[in-house]
T-cell receptor, first 111, second 113 residues
Framework: LAKTTQPISMDSYEGQEVNITCSHN???????ITWYQQFPSQGPRFIIQ???TKVTNEVASLFIPADRKSSTLSLPRVSLSDTAVYYC????????????FGTGTRLKVLA | GAVVSQHPSWVICKSGTSVKIECRSL??????MFWYRQFPKQSLMLMAT?????????EQGVEKDKFLINHASLTLSTLTVTSAHPEDSSFYIC?????????FGPGTRLTVT
């Protein structure tokens, strides 16, 4: 089971770009990298997933270097509503893989 | 995307009683479901993996006789907290897998008084 390491917390201001980096040194060949967002008293919500290089969707970008030992979630122009905990998870694409959640990164967006 | 629901969204029970939490995959069949527990300001902790038609697999340190899991159909898994105590008060979250991705439910807040 790959273990992930993220900063515990980050502060940012509205309108700024936020980059959250996750380390996963023991990532396996079949593992994908998935990021989730969680608001208080809610279940985690899928943000983005990738295997290598760069992935972009309507809410975020995910950068993965060639060695795949880390990844960076990029949130463009954050707003107050992006204040949440962000989790980086690694696991194979098969949905039966059990995720082990790390500490997550508590992002606070300030006005 | 696929939707997972949980019922109830919150529940208050008295110490010593049992409470059942349901997890349903609404628009897909889930051969595997997972149950997590989350205490305030902490991360999700995996409790058990539930496979349809077979016994659940519990993580180390999780009492299987206290947290009964039943995955009777491809769309429903239940978690029963037996003889609940105040220390069982927590946020319980399930996820369901369609063998490609995992989808998380909204969570159930359990308060034991």
């Amino acid at each position: 089971l790959a273990k992930t390491t993220q900063p515990i917390s980050m502060d940012s201001y509205e309108g700024q770009e936020v980059n959250i980096t996750c380390s996963h040194n023991n990532i396996a060949t079949n593992d994908y990298i998935t990021w989730y967002q969680q608001f208080p008293s809610q279940g985690p919500r899928f943000i983005i997933q990738g295997y290598k290089t760069k992935v972009t969707n309507e809410v975020a970008s995910l950068f993965i270097p060639a060695d795949r030992k880390s990844s960076t979630l990029s949130l463009p122009r954050v707003s107050l509503s992006d204040t949440a905990v962000y989790y980086c998870l690694v696991g194979d694409m098969g949905g039966t893989y059990k995720y082990i959640f790390g500490t997550g990164t508590r992002l606070k967006v300030l006005a | 995307g696929a939707v997972v629901s949980q019922h109830p969204s919150w529940v208050i029970c008295k110490s010593g009683t049992s409470v059942k939490i349901e997890c349903r995959s609404l628009d897909f069949q889930a051969t595997t479901m997972f149950w997590y527990r989350q205490f305030p300001k902490q991360s999700l902790m995996l409790m058990a993996t539930s496979n349809e038609g077979s016994k659940a697999t519990y993580e180390q340190g999780v009492e299987k006789d206290k947290f009964l899991i039943n995955h009777a159909s491809l769309t429903l898994s239940t978690l029963t907290v037996t003889s609940a105590h105040p220390e069982d008060s927590s946020f319980y979250i399930c996820s369901a897998s369609d063998n490609y991705e995992q989808y998380f439910g909204p969570g159930t807040r359990l308060t034991v008084t």
